[in-house]
């Protein structure tokens, strides 16, 4: 027997928005673990939910939809902190380098 379910469009972004915000939280407990277990979490929860979305009914795909969504939104703040984390700011490279030419001209007396 097929039953057709509306839901308000309102309704249906609230729950998204609050299922993507429950794992870009469980993403931010995680900051100070390494960059590699962010990334798999996040695509493990990336990967559930687009497997998840043809087996639920109509009423819990907002649900996928928002999980999916934070997932995504994990997967580039895991990427983006491991950038970082590994690039060095060209004005400390500049810095490091001035201190060891002024000490290099120090050494040979000029």
Known sequence: ML???V???GQIRAIRMVAALIVILLAWCMRKSPVLWKLTV???LLLLALGLTPLLSNAWQSVVDGVALG???SVAMALVCG???CCVCPLT????WTVSKAAE???AGR
């Open 3 to 5: 039953s057709l379910v």
């Open 83 to 85: 950038c970082l984390k």
């Open 42 to 44: 996040s695509i493990g």
């Open 105 to 107: 001209w120090r050494a």
């Open 71 to 73: 997932a995504l939104v």
């Open 93 to 96: 490279w500049f810095q490091n």
């Open 7 to 9: 839901q308000r469009r």
